[in-house]
């Protein structure tokens, strides 16, 4: 079912998925089918607990979460299996829970439930949930996560930090993600949610979402990106925001008027209520697909206390300090491993990009999912990277070393691309965009844009190997990813067994799944 809905039941049906409870850190979460009209036009999508994007986990650090996946998924044209993936979670011991499919896990089968039973004991800041089945995650099933630190050391800088200030950007489109063809040729994003809301050229009459604010409060907004695709340049109209947290790293203080997000990426920024009382554009511009702030796309209301229920009358002005990223430097001092030189660490890894026109290849190898689990591989006694599956894919790793990754910048379609590291943060020692190594201080992060060719980018990454598991990195743009953009990291592969048992529902995963029908994958 799609069509047009009208604006007052548009406004119900986004309405709901706004304000719907934060859940955590024991909770079920119930995946079914559902129509959804988020911005005017309505589709049939992937809800949890009956909305989309799904509700609000929250927790403390030291928090032991029980998130038990209840898939009631039946709508032929998406997928019914379904696995999640806590974004930013290192699963150190858990690495069976991390989520992706056929990588740590078979995926759960409609009609059956898993429970992710797994600690958070030194994580804390703004974190997000998916599908990690393919392009599950595009039709709906994706939500925010907040681990709350009773001693934040930011604490001083805002007053106010709650449900109500978390802001996700997400692309919309008209058609299921499996509907149609696969990239290059893909549809681009029809409508930019902003909280669950947001407009297209067709639909300028929809519902936006509304950030209130009170004058003279300073809010802590945690903005997440759950972008199956589009990267967003975001400001507010007449404020600064002073980033203070990226990607569940504590930052220095760097006040910009704007900033570009990748798809997975987040950011926490404290903005001073210090302006008149009055409404103000929220602006979410992404790369690719309905471009600019026509009619209200793309856009959101920031309103203070006290001001008119109206549209806000703020115009755009071109951003003269954008965030950079190598201005950004961890709080507390973090050690970057390795010697303070290209090269300089006990293993290094150059990946070469390629694009055939059809499929995304590392080092001449295009990813496959295996049949069976990496980590199912591992325990089962494949140890090497001649016996492990996906075939040229999988990267063993030697525990307790510096690993420097390099990842430059030859493929034009689609970039620049966003890769994520699963398991870990790592220290970006070159950002895209920059031709300087910083070893000194460099931001860490898990999510990393590679940049572009034009600018003859290198990105350059490290971290140490401290969590044995196969860890996924890949293109975090969805539709890359499902045509081969990624690879392996399989960390001490003698110690993961030992490091990482395994509950008995996760055995149970994959002779359930391999008996289903083909239709209902």
Same mark, same amino acid.
């Given at each position: 079912m799609a069509g047009l809905r009208s604006p007052a039941l548009a406004v119900a049906l986004a309405f709901a998925a706004a304000t719907i409870a934060a859940i955590g850190p024991k909770a079920d979460l119930v995946l079914s089918n559902a129509d959804i009209t988020p911005d005017g036009f309505t589709r049939n999508a992937v809800v949890v607990n009956g909305v989309a994007p799904g509700p609000l986990i929250t927790g403390n650090r030291g928090d032991h979460f029980q998130l038990n996946v209840i898939d009631n998924l039946t709508n032929h044209t998406m997928l019914k299996a379904t696995s999640i993936h806590w974004h930013g979670f290192f699963q150190a011991g858990t690495n069976w829970a991390d989520g992706p499919a056929f990588i740590n896990q078979c995926p759960i089968s409609p009609g059956h439930s898993f429970l992710y039973d797994f600690h958070v004991p030194n994580q804390a800041g703004t974190f997000w949930y998916h599908s990690h089945l393919s392009t599950q995650y595009c039709d709906g099933l994706r939500g925010p996560f907040v681990i709350y630190d009773p001693d934040d050391p930011h604490a001083h800088l805002?007053?106010?930090?709650?449900?109500?200030?978390?802001?996700?950007? %997400? /692309?919309?489109?008209?058609?299921?993600?499996?509907? #149609?063809?696969?990239?290059?040729?893909?549809?681009? =994003?029809? *409508?930019?949610?902003?909280?669950?809301?947001?407009?297209?050229?067709?639909?300028?009459? %929809? /519902?936006?979402?509304?950030?209130?604010?009170?004058? #003279?409060?300073?809010?802590?907004?945690?903005?997440? =990106?759950? *972008?199956?695709?589009?990267?967003?340049?975001?400001?507010?109209?007449?404020?600064d925001m002073t980033v203070i947290e990226v990607d569940g790293v504590n930052s220095k203080p760097l006040t910009v008027d704007s900033l570009q997000i990748f798809a997975a990426q987040r950011y926490s920024f404290v903005l001073d209520a210090n302006q008149p009382v009055d409404n103000y554009w929220v602006r979410a511009d992404p790369n690719a697909g309905i471009l600019g702030f026509e009619g209200g796309i793309n856009s959101a209301i920031l309103r203070y206390k006290g001001a008119p229920r109206s549209e806000p009358k703020t115009k755009y002005k071109p951003s003269t300090n954008p965030l950079e990223e190598t201005n950004l430097h961890p709080l507390v001092p973090m050690k970057v491993p390795g010697r303070p030189e290209p090269g300089g660490v006990d293993k290094a890894i150059n990946l070469a990009f390629r694009f055939d026109g059809a499929n995304f290849f590392i080092n001449n190898v295009s990813f496959l999912p295996p049949t069976v689990p990496v980590l199912l591989?591992?325990?089962?006694?494949?140890?090497?990277?001649?016996?492990?599956?996906?075939?040229?894919?999988?990267?063993?790793?030697?525990?307790?070393?510096?690993?420097?990754?390099?990842?430059?910048?030859?493929?034009?379609?689609?970039?620049?691309?966003?890769?994520?590291?699963?398991?870990?943060?790592?220290?970006?020692?070159?950002?895209?965009?920059?031709?300087?190594?910083?070893y000194d201080d460099p931001i860490f992060r898990d999510v990393v844009s590679t940049g572009t060719p034009d600018a003859n980018d290198n990105v350059t990454i490290r971290f140490r190997t401290d969590n044995p598991g196969p860890w996924f990195l890949h293109c975090h743009v969805e539709y890359h990813l499902d045509v081969g953009f990624a690879v392996i990291m399989a960390e001490d592969t003698p110690g993961i067994k030992a490091a990482n048992p395994v509950p008995n529902g996760w055995e149970n995963l994959c002779p359930i799944y391999d008996k289903l029908a083909k239709g209902d994958h």
């Open positions: 805002y007053d106010v930090d709650n449900d109500d200030t978390v802001i996700t950007l %997400a /692309d919309w489109y008209r058609l299921a993600a499996k509907v #149609g063809a696969k990239f290059p040729y893909c549809r681009l =994003s029809s *409508s930019t949610l902003i909280n669950g809301r947001g407009r297209s050229n067709g639909t300028v009459w %929809a /519902d936006l979402a509304v950030i209130e604010v009170e004058q #003279g409060k300073r809010y802590r907004f945690r903005l997440v =990106s759950m *972008s199956c695709d589009p990267n967003y340049m975001f400001s507010i109209d007449e404020h591989q591992v325990l089962s006694g494949a140890h090497t990277a001649q016996e492990l599956l996906p075939s040229g894919s999988v990267y063993p790793l030697p525990l307790h070393s510096s690993i420097e990754i390099t990842m430059p910048a030859v493929v034009a379609a689609g970039a620049p691309h966003p890769f994520h590291m699963h398991g870990h943060v790592f220290a970006v020692v070159r950002s895209a965009g920059s031709s300087v190594y910083n």
